[in-house]
């Protein structure tokens, strides 16, 4: 079964980066995107960027302009945000593309604060 | 970018209500949108794809609607375990992707 398995909760200091990662299985790594999203507590979701596993191309919302690297390697998304303040503070989630988004990591909570 | 604009942002129902949620995009996108229910604490669960099929193994009380810029959520009979977030996502012209800003279903 598809499963995207993402990395624990991380606490960091304004100005810091975080780098989230997202495990892939029971499917094949390259052929769908993954995307990432994240939702302050007590928000929406909020779309951040896309990575295609195959070819490495990466896109992103412009409000993360600078600030944000999507990179991958066998089966692992990684998403690394820097320069983190602490309306950054939220739960990050990979999903995967396959037309649609259809299947979501458990999500990560990253909390920023001094 | 696409804009989806999700109504209403909360609402109270009872069990066996009829609830009906709407999404509307600031230009046409077919059929290219998605539903999905989020519980606290747990990320969002696709329960309706391609506007009205319904993911397997979701219950038949939900079902979705429209076409182009108009989109409707339906969820027949409430059910205890209805009590949830719900969010419209459109991939038309993917990348990006645009997310309505949420129904919050709660207990009347």
């Known amino acids: 079964q598809v499963q995207l398995v993402q990395s624990g909760a991380e606490v960091k200091k304004p100005g810091a980066s975080v780098k989230v990662s997202c495990k892939a299985s029971?499917?094949?790594?390259?052929?769908?995107?993954i995307n990432w999203v994240r939702q302050a507590t007590g928000q929406g979701l909020e779309w951040m960027g896309w990575m295609n596993p195959k070819s490495g191309k990466t896109g992103h919302a412009q409000k993360f302009q600078g600030r944000v690297t999507m990179t991958r390697d066998t089966s692992t998304a990684y998403m690394e945000l820097s320069s983190l303040r602490s309306e950054d503070t939220a739960v990050y989630y990979c999903?995967?593309?396959?037309?649609?988004?259809?299947?979501w990591g458990q999500g990560t909570l990253v909390t920023v604060s001094s | 970018d696409i804009q989806m604009t999700q109504s209403p942002s909360s609402l109270s129902a009872s069990v066996g209500d009829r609830v009906t949620i709407t999404c509307r995009a600031s230009?046409?996108?077919?059929?290219?949108l998605g539903w999905y229910q989020q519980k606290p604490g747990k990320a969002p669960k696709r329960l309706i794809y391609a506007a009205s099929s319904l993911e397997s193994g979701v219950p038949s009380r939900f079902s979705g609607s429209g076409s182009g810029t108009e989109f409707t959520l339906t969820i027949s009979s409430l059910q205890p375990e209805d009590f949830a977030t719900y969010y419209c996502?459109?991939?038309?012209?993917?990348?990006?992707?645009?997310f309505g800003g949420g129904t919050k279903v709660e207990i009347k």
């Open positions: 029971g499917y094949t790594f390259t052929s769908y995107d």
């Open positions: 996502l459109q991939h038309n012209n993917y990348p990006p992707l645009t």
């Open positions: 230009q046409g996108i077919r059929n290219d």
């Open positions: 999903a995967r593309v396959n037309g649609a988004v259809d299947y």
